[in-house]
């Protein structure tokens, strides 16, 4: 059984920092492409960044570059989300979602799991 879990949202600050973390299982993590994903409350899904399968290439969202960074333990089976000065704009749902491929994509009907996502609250 495939699962996506996603860990480490929550509440901070303007200008503060979360790392996210989602920890698959019931496939072959380092087959797949896996990405970030976000949906804020009455907007579309909006992808964040995305890593080829070994995490020698990476993609960001415009809004995403020069704060967040993507990355991913393919022993531990484990993708993260390091996020740096975050702004209320960043307030969202964020999932993780393994792609259908090795190479990654920025639209969400190319990766065909999806974890629950965790909430990421940026206020002051």
């Known amino acids: 059984q495939v699962q996506l879990v996603e860990t480490g949202g929550g509440l901070v600050q303007p200008g503060g920092s979360l790392r996210l973390s989602c920890a698959a299982s019931g496939f072959t993590f380092s087959n797949h492409a896996m990405g970030w994903f976000r949906q804020a409350p009455g907007k579309e899904r909006q992808f964040v960044a995305a890593s080829t399968r070994g995490g020698g290439f990476l993609l960001y969202a415009d809004s995403a570059k020069g704060r967040f960074t993507i990355s991913r333990d393919n022993i531990k089976s484990t993708l993260y989300l390091e996020m740096n000065n975050l702004k209320p704009e960043d307030t969202a749902v964020y999932y993780c979602?393994?792609?259908?491929?090795?190479?990654?994509?920025?639209?969400?009907?190319?990766?065909?799991?999806w974890g629950q996502g965790t909430q990421v609250t940026v206020s002051s």
């Open positions: 979602a393994a792609h259908t491929a090795s190479l990654p994509t920025m639209e969400d009907y190319d990766y065909n799991y």
